[in-house]
């Protein structure tokens, strides 16, 4: 099979249509928030589901001027083929040792560094590079999980670094930092990193850093926390119109726009009698005489499993719930005696005008939050891009 009929067979049973309109509108309403800030956009995880380089060009064009990503395999992708301008920096921030050091100084990568074993290896990759490494020191302001401890270690670690850049071999780029409990408003550790990140910030310029920015907002902190604006912000889930918690609001309530609307055709529809046990398990049965629609999309596509007897469907205009298991690739919902044709629209979330459920809604029901919804959306299921 060709590759363009192959896809237009995966398309025929499920799609996660991407709105890149909704995407630019949310980053313009983003760099509303943050008018004096520049835009870091958040595209790790292949934008969180939605595909890294089409949303990396989405974002850029709604004036984003900064793209992020976990891996640097993922900023080494992007710089190679998002065909994104070269003036776009791009900033990478989970490395391991033995990590691509080399290829990011020559692809002109900010990346960040946490502790003594990655600024050196960071500076052999400069040397190998013949080129000096654009480096953030990244401070551990609360969080708990990446960065630099404050105190020694952070003295230390400025220290190597300015030796670094005296030899040419690095450039200190940027102090960063990242929130704990942003999508908590007035959580005290909000304040508590603020102003530590202050702290640590003024200890290292006293110490001669001169950075190009200084940044600590995610989507939260963009959308709720002007103080913590600093010279650059880094949206991630908000820019794909997802809410980071019920307690920042809705996306409709922060102006935003749902970008990811994920449908599939329905694979079978057919009458059954009550007291009939569905999906493997039999954690349903038919309450009387109804019809079965079959939904071919599972686990391995990235509906939760924990969704199983919860999540919403819409099925020809109205709200329909899992009934019983999700299975790999399929799952089951009770039409109630409706019969919509085969291949009829099964919408498992999009932005909500059609009355279909959200991110959000199958979030509440899994048990989990929107990040995790729309960026386990698998492989199998093929993005489709409109308003490109
Ligand atoms: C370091 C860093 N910055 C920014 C973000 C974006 O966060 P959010 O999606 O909450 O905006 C993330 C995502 O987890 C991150 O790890």
Redesign the pocket.
């Known amino acids: 099979m060709s590759e363009t009929a192959a896809r237009r067979d995966a398309e025929l049973r499920a799609r996660a249509e991407i709105d890149l309109a909704a995407l630019r509108a949310n980053v313009r309403a983003l760099r509303e928030r943050a008018p004096g800030s520049a835009l870091m956009a ?1 595209v ?1 995880a292949d934008g ?1 589901g939605h595909g890294a380089a089409p949303c990396a060009r989405a974002a850029v064009a709604a004036g984003a001027t900064w793209l ?1 990503t ?1 891996t640097p395999h993922e900023a080494l992708a992007l710089r190679a083929d998002a065909g994104v301008p070269d003036d776009v920096r791009i900033m990478c ?1 989970l490395w391991t040792p033995g990590g691509p050091w080399r290829e990011a100084v020559e692809a002109g990568l900010d990346v960040s560094v946490s502790a003594p074993w990655a600024l050196a290896e960071a500076t052999e990759g400069a040397r190998l590079a013949g080129r000096p490494a654009l480096v953030q020191l990244k401070a551990d302001t609360g969080l708990g999980r990446g960065g630099c401890q404050p105190g020694a270690d952070w003295e230390d670690l400025v220290g190597g670094a300015l030796r670094a850049e005296a030899e040419g071999l690095v450039r200190v780029t940027g102090l960063w930092s ?1 929130f704990a409990c942003a ?1 908590e408003p007035g959580h005290p550790s909000i304040a508590a990193q603020l102003a530590r990140f202050h702290e640590m910030t003024a200890y290292a310029e006293r110490q001669g850093v001169r950075p190009d920015v200084r940044h600590i907002a ?3 902190a ?1 959308l709720t926390l002007p103080e913590a604006h600093f010279d650059l912000v ?5 820019m794909y119109g997802v809410s ?1 918690s019920p307690e920042i609001g809705t996306p409709a309530d922060l102006g935003l726009r749902p970008v990811m609307t994920l449908s599939a055709a329905l694979a079978l529809v057919k009458q059954v009698p009550g007291g009939h046990g569905v999906s493997y398990g039999h954690h349903y049965t038919t309450p009387g005489d109804t019809t079965l629609g079959l939904v071919p999309l599972g686990y391995a596509d990235g509906v939760p499993r924990h969704a199983s007897s919860t999540g919403p469907v819409l099925v020809d205009g109205k709200w329909r719930t899992v009934a019983g298991r999700i299975a790999m690739d399929q799952f089951v919902v009770d039409l109630g005696g409706d019969r919509p044709e085969p291949g009829a629209e099964a919408v498992l979330f999009g932005p909500g005008d059609r009355g279909e459920p959200t991110a959000e809604d199958w979030a509440q029901a899994a048990g989990t939050i929107g ?1 995790e919804i729309v960026t386990r959306i698998g492989s199998r299921v093929p993005r489709v891009y409109v308003n490109e």
């Open positions: 958040v790790k969180y992020g976990a921030w990242h999508d995610n989507s939260p963009t880094r949206p991630g889930i908000a980071p990040y």
